[in-house]
């Protein structure tokens, strides 16, 4: 679905080690209820392929992003101001299934992985679930959500990597050992999310897969990957899908 949403605010929310910044933009709109790990594709002013954004919030007339400036189109829409407008496709993509865990769910993101964390987080403690969130970045000012997990009653565990918060290292080593998960959920890097499959062994866990789109609507098959059920596109019947279907 297209729409045209309003940008509310868009302020810089933390800066990573290489001083690359990730802002907060708050859209206002039509944009309908969306799920963790959708996701919306934004038409940034003159420049021809949309970008694709996780939905880290969703509720009626309002999406919130955390995006990070890594080439034009996100530099352009740092540039943004509130109360002008965006033209997005919303909606977009194949979710997280919180009704996959009856019992006690774990959340591991690393990076801007934590930004889709934060509905599925929502969506599992209005089910009633208890929630552990383990969040891994670089450094400490790279940080993003931490009070707004803590806020929802997510038991919560930070690691980055040069130590500045929580435990040092990577994010498998922040995840609280001897607990019981009925079922694990993740995003981040490719190589992370690897790690936590493995790290987290028989658990069964649902992953999201980042690619690089055209279309993001699932016309173009420039995101296809392989799985285990056969070829998939990454827009459209991902982006998360269950660990057992990644070949890696
Ligand atoms: C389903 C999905 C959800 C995403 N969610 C978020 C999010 O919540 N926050 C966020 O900051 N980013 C997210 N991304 C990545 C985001 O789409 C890209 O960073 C963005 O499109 C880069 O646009 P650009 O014009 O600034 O950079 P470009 O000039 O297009 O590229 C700059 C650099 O970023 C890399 N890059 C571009 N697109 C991707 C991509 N899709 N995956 C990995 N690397 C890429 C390029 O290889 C290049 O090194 C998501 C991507 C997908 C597919
Ligand atoms: S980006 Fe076109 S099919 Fe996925």
Wanted: negative net charge.
């Amino acid at each position: 679905m297209k729409r045209t949403l309003h940008i509310e605010s868009n302020s810089c929310a933390a800066v990573d080690n290489l001083g690359r910044k990730t802002f907060r933009m708050e859209l206002r709109g039509d944009a309908g209820l969306m799920h963790s790990g959708q996701f919306v594709d934004i038409a940034v002013p003159g420049l021809f392929l949309r970008r694709p954004i996780s939905v880290c919030d969703s509720s009626e007339g309002s999406v919130l992003i955390y995006y990070k400036v890594v080439g034009e189109g996100t530099a352009r829409l740092a540039q943004m101001l509130p109360g002008e407008s965006l033209d997005v496709l919303v909606g977009l993509g194949h979710g997280f299934d919180p009704l996959r865990c009856s019992g006690k769910a774990l959340l591991v993101g690393g990076g801007l992985g934590a930004a889709p964390m934060h509905l599925l987080c929502r969506e599992l403690r209005s089910l009633g679930r208890a929630v552990t969130v383990v969040l891994g970045f670089n450094t400490a000012s790279e940080a993003v959500l931490l009070d707004e997990f803590c806020a929802m009653g997510a038991s919560l565990h930070v690691a980055t990597m040069d130590g500045s918060l929580g435990v040092r290292g990577l994010v498998t080593d922040a995840i609280p050992a001897g607990e019981a998960y009925d079922c694990f959920y993740t995003c981040g890097p490719m190589v992370m999310m690897k790690a936590v499959c493995k790290a987290l062994g028989d658990i069964p866990g649902q992953a999201s897969l980042e690619e690089r789109m055209g279309c993001g609507a699932g016309f173009c098959y420039g995101c296809s990957c392989h799985t285990a059920s056969g070829t998939r596109r990454i827009c459209k019947d991902g982006p998360v899908f269950d660990k057992e279907d990644i070949i890696w």
